[in-house]
Nanobody, 124 residues
Framework: QVQLVESGGGLVHPGGSLRLSCAAS????????MGWFRQAPGKERDFVAT????????EYADSVKGRFTISRDNANDTVYLQMNSLKPSDTAVYYC?????????????????WGQGTQVTVSS
């Protein structure tokens, strides 16, 4: 059974940066699409970014486009989310996810595995 473990969350001031990591264990995900979602208190879990199996195709939510970058290291079964110019509205629990498919377009929720989440708080 594939397990995903996120790390890198924390407290950051507005305008600051964080890099989230998601490591997979129990199986390789080098042929699978991976993504990041986030959930703020009292809100639904929303799409943030997705990356296809070889890292050539990425898509982002409009709210993070130009500020966040998703990338992956298939040799180490790890996906990253570099977050720059953070805003208080980015505060949420961030979840890593993986699909059995090689590509999952923005707007689809065809993901099969989820991590436990890591808290990101943007506050002065």
């Amino acid at each position: 059974q594939v397990q995903l473990v996120e790390s890198g969350g924390g407290l950051v001031h507005p305008g600051g940066s964080l890099r989230l990591s998601c490591a997979a264990s129990g199986g390789t995900l080098s042929n699978n699409a991976m993504g990041w979602f986030r959930q703020a208190p009292g809100k639904e879990r929303d799409f943030v970014a997705t990356i296809d199996w070889n890292g050539r195709a990425t898509e982002y939510a409009d709210s993070v486009k130009g500020r966040f970058t998703i990338s992956r290291d298939n040799a180490n079964d790890t996906v990253y989310l570099q977050m720059n110019s953070l805003k208080p509205s980015d505060t949420a629990v961030y979840y890593c996810t993986a699909s059995k498919l090689a590509y999952v377009p923005r707007g689809s929720r065809a993901y099969d595995y989820w991590g436990q989440g890591t808290q990101v708080t943007v506050s002065s």
